[in-house]
C-alpha cells in the first residue's frame, strides 16, 4: 500500500480529513491527546520502518534516539535559549547523530547480533540517562516544563493549536518518506534487504546505505521525541527505556511492516487499545500482547495487507 496507488491515496485522503475534524467532531481533551500521541508515535513508527521494513534492520536502539531528541529541545530551549523551530530541528540532528554514533558500532554486525548490539546501547544510554547524566536529564524524576512553539502570535499551549501543529509535522514528515521510498536511495534499500551480498556484488555501498537509513531514521524518531515531550510538558528517562523500542516494534508489526501507512494503523490501533483496555485492567500490556499473537498469525502482513490483498482481488478481475 502506497501514496501513488489508488487505494492509498483514499486512505491517505480519509486519514487526513479525519484529522483534521477530530476537534470540531470531539470536544474532549481525552480524545485530542489520543489523536495527538497517534501522530507522535505515527511519526515514529514511519522512521523506525524505513531501516525495519525497508532495509531488513531490527533495532531495539531506537527508544535512545527518541529519547535524545526530547532532550536535545528541552535542553536547546531551556539551557541554550534557542526558539521551538531550531530546537526541533536540533533534536532530528541529536536524533541522526545518536544513530551514526550506535551504527558505527552495531553495523560490524548482522542479523540477531545487530538487534542484541543495538538493545544494549540503548540500555546503556538509559542507564547513564538515568544515574551519572542526572544533572541533565532530572535523573529518575525528569525535567518537567517542556516548552511548545511560539509562532505567528498562536497560542501553542492551547492543546487545539498544537494539535493542528503535530498535524502538520506528520504529513511533511510522511510526504518525506514517500518520496524517500519511491526513490532510487529506497529501492537499493529493498534490494539490500532482498540480499546484501548480490547488492554488494553489483556495486551498491551495503554498509554506506544502511547507515544513511539508520541516520534518517533517528532524524525521525528525534523530532517525534521532541513532540512528545513538548505535547506532555515533561521528560524522562523513560523514555530511553528499551520497552519503547519494543512498542514501536508492534506498532509497526501490527500495521504492516514494508508499507508507508501500515506503521500509521498500527499506532492508531495500538492506542486506542491501550486506551479501552487500561480503563479495564492493570493488566492491559499482558493482553495487548495476546491481540498481537493473534494478529500475527491472522494477519502476517499487518492491517496493511488486508488493503493489499483487496487490491490484488481487484486487479485480478
Not at 29 to 50: C, H, K, R, T
Not at 208 to 221: E, K, P, T, W
Request: hydrophobic share 55%; net charge positive.
Amino acid at each position: 500500500m502506497t501514496i501513488s496507488s489508488r487505494l492509498g491515496q483514499l486512505i491517505m485522503a480519509a486519514v487526513i480529513a479525519g484529522m483534521i475534524l477530530v476537534p470540531l467532531i470531539s470536544r474532549s481533551e481525552e480524545s485530542l491527546n489520543l489523536v495527538s500521541l497517534i501522530l507522535i508515535w505515527g511519526l515514529f513508527a514511519v522512521g523506525f520502518d524505513l531501516i525495519f521494513g525497508l532495509a531488513g534492520m531490527l533495532s531495539f536502539g531506537h527508544a535512545a534516539l527518541f529519547g535524545a531528541g526530547g532532550y536535545a529541545l528541552t535542553l536547546l530551549m531551556t539551557k541554550a535559549g534557542l526558539g521551538f523551530m531550531p530546537a526541533l530541528a536540533g533534536a532530528g540532528l541529536a536524533g541522526a547523530a545518536f544513530a551514526f554514533v550506535l551504527s558505527i558500532l552495531a553495523l560490524r554486525v548482522s542479523g540477531l547480533f545487530f538487534s542484541l548490539l543495538t538493545l544494549a546501547l540503548a540500555q546503556l544510554a538509559y542507564i547513564l540517562a538515568s544515574t551519572k547524566l542526572r544533572a541533565f536529564t532530572g535523573g529518575l524524576d525528569g525535567l518537567p516544563g517542556v516548552p511548545r512553539p511560539e509562532l505567528f502570535g498562536l497560542d501553542f499551549y492551547d492543546n487545539r493549536t498544537f494539535y493542528y501543529f503535530l498535524i502538520v509535522v506528520f504529513l511533511v514528515g510522511l510526504a518525506v518518506m514517500a518520496l524517500l521510498r519511491a526513490s532510487p536511495f529506497g529501492k537499493a534499500l529493498r534490494a539490500i534487504q532482498a540480499n546484501a551480498v548480490r547488492a554488494d556484488q553489483i556495486g551498491f555501498n551495503v554498509q554506506r546505505l544502511r547507515q544513511c537509513a539508520f541516520m534518517i531514521s533517528g532524524a525521525y524518531a528525534g523530532v517525534a521525541g521532541a513532540l512528545l515531550a513538548s505535547l506532555m510538558f515533561y521528560i524522562s528517562p523513560q523514555m530511553l527505556h528499551w520497552t519503547t523500542s519494543g512498542d514501536v516494534l508492534i506498532m509497526t508489526l501490527l500495521g504492516g511492516k514494508g508499507t508507508l501507512l501500515g506503521p500509521v494503523l498500527g499506532v492508531a490501533v495500538f492506542e486506542l487499545l491501550k486506551e479501552e483496555l487500561s480503563q479495564i485492567t492493570q493488566h492491559w500490556y499482558g493482553i495487548l500482547g495476546l491481540i498481537f499473537i493473534l494478529c500475527t498469525i491472522l494477519l502476517p502482513s499487518g492491517i496493511a495487507g488486508l488493503f493489499a490483498g483487496r487490491r490484488d482481488k481487484g486487479d485480478a478481475r
